[in-house]
């Protein structure tokens, strides 16, 4: 059995009439990277500001199985970064991280310049984070939520402002810290391209509501290649399905299937289908990035939306 | 937890430039009062000669006085004046001010009762409470999540403190003040002295308290200081008159009812090293009510509402 670090009940946030978080389940893995997608305003920020205590939900619950003590404890293991990075602008890039370190305990200068090296702004001096660029408030950013060692990091949009080799960067760092320090990343992006490299599970989340919930093997399975059949006869062409031998196949609806393996031999299957006289509606190869995904379960463009 | 909060907050309030800029303020403001008071020969440029001074003194030589001693001052000075029969009067700007041979407790308390200490001290609730609000600060302080109004006691206990430096800086300045333009330095350290020192001093707390209050409610560090200028600069004083009037009328009360004697700055700016009792522990109560209420008010918004 799966342990899990966090599990939402129901989760609620209704702000006036606007209901910004309906009913949210999700189960988060210890160890794993979780990708939460979602457009501007589906509520992913409101999410993470709950889980993080930031907010307070209106309905439902939270809780951190995975760590021991009560929820309130689980704050001292949590590391955030929730819309833009709290700076002082006024301050350079160490004081800001030591006014962080001080809440924390820690008292290190060099801790300070470790995070700072982690990052990749280990030479800002005595420049003030209001004149940093957006990326190395960005980076900032992110050292910060790195400070007391987080066994679990909420990354809101980390890699905004970011330039290609900053988002690189970052995610290597989120890779190598989930590796090698074992701590769990919950993180959103718009670049879902860059989430797909990183994440392990994902939720879609849409107009506060949690779409769909799955795992990175489960997501590339729905995202990739595949034979798509239309036809009013699905029972009678199964038969034909197996007789050419492809192993993988779904019956999407009572109108559509799906054959997931040898999707160049489309053709023969084609011919076959044609041979048995079922009539085809329509019969071609789809494909489908994360994105191309994404936007058709949140039906956002038209396509084959789920519920 | 409040010890990390304390050092925190306290290194936040180092890195503040306005935490060393505003007491050189006092400072300067506080060093030009007390020249007004003890260098300039107020009554030498009202026309008034020494013998007129001193019986004009006999009306008041206490800080109490020094309306009535000004006001009769006034009326000498124009007695002076006509007996000059047209004669250019010598007007002598530089001399022995009305503070000139008091002590330092004295020249102090009118330096507390100027209120440039709470206008300063407003301004420093104001950035150090508003910049939590502006930059999202308590979002990197997670450890908090459950004990926001801890944090908040560690913010509240070092603007106690810093208007406790303020206080013993505008002490400080009275000395140099008496030191360099007064006729002597006596400290005048009594038990009158103590008494005006603390209550003052936890009134101005309370001031604190009510600026951060206002910063916490409305999330905004110039709604604050607006709110702290206001009281300091006695802007609602007429307001306060008025509602006073009203309130006797409607309750019957005694003429000498004022709402102003419940206000936190009315009380600064009125106790002296010699109000009686009474006032001292009315201030006193003035002080505590005002404090808990505005604390109590931080908290529950504090703790209420969500962060960012």
Same mark, same amino acid.
């Given at each position: 059995m799966?342990?899990?670090?966090?599990?939402?009940?129901d989760?609620?946030?209704?702000?006036?009439? *606007?209901?910004?978080?309906?009913?949210?389940?999700i189960?988060?893995k210890k160890g794993s990277?979780?990708?939460?997608?979602?457009?501007?305003?589906?509520?992913?920020? *409101? +999410?993470?500001?709950?889980?993080?205590?930031l907010?307070?939900?209106?309905?439902g619950?939270?809780?951190? *199985?995975?760590?021991?003590?009560?929820?309130?404890?689980?704050?001292?293991?949590?590391?955030?970064?929730?819309?833009?990075?709290?700076?002082?602008?006024?301050?350079?890039?160490?004081?800001?991280?030591?006014i962080?370190?001080?809440?924390?305990?820690?008292?290190?200068?060099?801790?300070?310049k470790?995070?700072?090296?982690?990052?990749?702004?280990?030479?800002?001096?005595?420049?003030k984070a209001?004149?940093?660029?957006?990326?190395?408030?960005?980076?900032l950013?992110?050292?910060?939520?790195l400070?007391?060692?987080?066994?679990?990091?909420?990354?809101?949009?980390?890699?905004n402002?970011?330039?290609?080799?900053?988002?690189?960067?970052?995610?290597?760092?989120?890779?190598?810290?989930?590796?090698?320090?074992?701590?769990?990343?919950?993180?959103?992006?718009?670049?879902?391209?860059e989430?797909?490299?990183?994440?392990?599970?994902?939720?879609?989340?849409?107009?506060?509501? +949690?779409?769909?919930?799955?795992?990175?093997?489960?997501?590339?399975?729905?995202?990739?290649?595949? +034979?798509? +059949?239309?036809?009013?006869?699905?029972?009678?062409?199964?038969?034909v399905?197996d007789?050419?031998?492809?192993?993988?196949?779904s019956?999407?609806?009572?109108?559509?299937?799906?054959?997931?393996?040898?999707?160049t031999?489309?053709?023969v299957?084609?011919?076959?289908?044609?041979?048995?006289?079922?009539?085809?509606?329509?019969?071609?190869?789809?494909?489908?990035?994360?994105?191309?995904?994404?936007?058709?379960?949140?039906? *956002?463009?038209?396509g084959?939306?789920?519920? | 937890?409040?010890?990390?909060?304390?050092?925190?907050?306290?290194?936040?309030?180092?890195?503040m430039?306005?935490?060393?800029?505003?007491?050189?303020?006092?400072?300067g403001?506080?060093?030009?009062?007390?020249?007004?008071?003890?260098?300039?020969?107020?009554?030498?440029?009202?026309?008034?000669?020494?013998?007129?001074?001193?019986?004009?003194?006999?009306?008041?030589?206490?800080?109490?006085?020094?309306?009535?001693?000004?006001r009769?001052?006034? /009326?000498?000075?124009?007695?002076?004046?006509?007996?000059?029969?047209?004669?250019?009067?010598?007007?002598?700007?530089?001399?022995?001010?009305?503070?000139?041979?008091?002590?330092?407790?004295?020249?102090?308390?009118?330096d507390?009762?100027?209120?440039?200490?709470?206008?300063l001290?407003a301004?420093?609730?104001?950035?150090?409470i508003g910049?939590?609000?502006?930059?999202?600060?308590?979002?990197?302080?997670?450890?908090f999540?459950?004990?926001?109004?801890?944090?908040?006691?560690?913010?509240?206990?070092?603007?106690?403190?810093?208007?406790?430096?303020?206080h013993?800086?505008?002490w400080?300045?009275?000395?140099?003040?008496?030191?360099?333009m007064? /006729?002597?330095?006596f400290?005048?350290?009594?038990?009158?002295?103590?008494?005006?020192?603390?209550?003052?001093?936890?009134?101005?707390?309370?001031?604190?308290?009510?600026?951060?209050?206002?910063?916490?409610?409305t999330?905004?560090?110039a709604?604050?200081?607006?709110?702290?200028?206001?009281?300091?600069?006695?802007?609602?004083?007429?307001?306060?008159?008025?509602?006073?009037?009203?309130?006797?009328?409607?309750?019957g009360?005694?003429?000498?009812?004022?709402?102003?004697?419940?206000?936190?700055?009315?009380?600064?700016?009125?106790?002296?090293?010699?109000?009686?009792?009474?006032?001292?522990?009315?201030?006193?109560?003035?002080?505590?009510?005002?404090?808990?209420?505005?604390?109590?008010?931080?908290?529950?918004?504090?703790?209420?509402?969500?962060?960012?």
């Open positions: 799966e342990e899990y670090l966090l599990v939402t009940k989760l609620t946030k209704i702000y006036k009439e *606007t209901k910004a978080v309906d009913g949210v389940n189960h988060i990277i979780y990708g939460l997608i979602g457009k501007n305003g589906a509520g992913k920020t *409101t +999410i993470m500001k709950m889980i993080a205590g907010a307070t939900p209106t309905s619950s939270f809780e951190y *199985t995975g760590f021991e003590g009560s929820t309130k404890e689980a704050f001292s293991r949590i590391g955030a970064l929730i819309e833009s990075p709290a700076i002082e602008p006024n301050l350079t890039a160490y004081d800001n991280l030591k962080k370190c001080l809440a924390y305990g820690i008292g290190d200068k060099q801790y300070i470790e995070k700072l090296e982690l990052v990749g702004i280990p030479n800002t001096g005595k420049k209001g004149k940093f660029s957006l990326g190395q408030k960005q980076r950013g992110v050292a910060l939520a400070v007391g060692d987080p066994d679990f990091l909420i990354l809101d949009e980390p890699i402002g970011l330039d290609p080799q900053g988002i690189a960067e970052v995610r290597e760092m989120l890779i190598k810290l989930n590796a090698q320090k074992g701590i769990t990343i919950l993180i959103s992006s718009h670049i879902l391209e989430l797909s490299k990183l994440a392990t599970d994902y939720a879609i989340i849409d107009s506060g509501r +949690i779409v769909e919930e799955s795992t990175n093997k489960e997501l590339k399975e729905k995202c990739r290649d595949k +034979i798509a +059949i239309k036809t009013p006869s699905v029972s009678a062409a199964i038969p399905i007789s050419l031998g492809f192993k993988e196949y019956v999407v609806n009572d109108k559509t299937i799906h054959v997931f393996d040898k999707v031999e489309i053709s299957l084609n011919m076959e289908l044609a041979k048995a006289q079922i009539p085809v509606e329509s019969i071609g190869i789809e494909s489908s990035d994360l994105e191309e995904y994404f936007l058709k379960v949140t039906g *956002t463009i038209p084959d939306r789920k519920e | 937890m409040f010890g990390k909060a304390l050092k925190s907050e306290l290194y936040r309030i180092k890195c430039k306005s935490t060393f800029i505003l007491p050189l303020v006092l400072i403001l506080i060093f030009l009062t007390n020249f007004i008071y003890t260098g300039v020969d107020l009554y030498g440029l009202l026309g008034m000669s020494q013998s007129d001074l001193e019986s004009v003194q006999e009306q008041g030589t206490s800080a109490e006085g020094y309306m009535d001693s000004f009769a001052g006034f /009326e000498a000075g124009l007695q002076t004046a006509s007996d000059l029969d047209g004669e250019e009067p010598q007007i002598k700007i530089l001399g022995e001010g009305p503070l000139y041979h008091e002590d330092v407790a004295t020249v102090f308390s009118m507390v009762g100027s209120l440039y200490g709470q206008l001290l301004i420093f609730v104001g950035i150090f910049d939590v609000y502006s930059t999202g600060h308590d979002k990197n302080l997670i450890v999540g459950g004990k926001r109004g801890l944090l908040f006691t560690a913010r509240i206990l070092l603007i106690s403190l810093y208007a406790l430096v303020l013993i800086v505008m400080l300045t009275a000395i140099i003040s008496m030191a360099l007064g /006729e002597s330095v400290l005048g350290i009594d038990k009158a002295f103590i008494i005006f020192f603390v209550v003052t001093w936890l009134l101005s707390v309370a001031f604190g308290g009510l600026v951060s209050a206002m910063t916490n409610i999330r905004s560090k709604a604050g200081i607006t709110l702290g200028i206001i009281l300091s600069l006695g802007a609602l004083s007429t307001l306060m008159s008025v509602a006073s009037l009203i309130i006797q009328k409607k309750l009360l005694e003429p000498e009812f004022n709402l102003g004697n419940y206000t936190v700055t009315q009380n600064i700016a009125a106790m002296t090293l010699y109000s009686d009792g009474h006032f001292v522990l009315r201030a006193l109560i003035c002080a505590i009510v005002y404090f808990t209420a505005a604390y109590f008010i931080s908290v529950l918004f504090i703790k209420k509402r969500d962060i960012g």
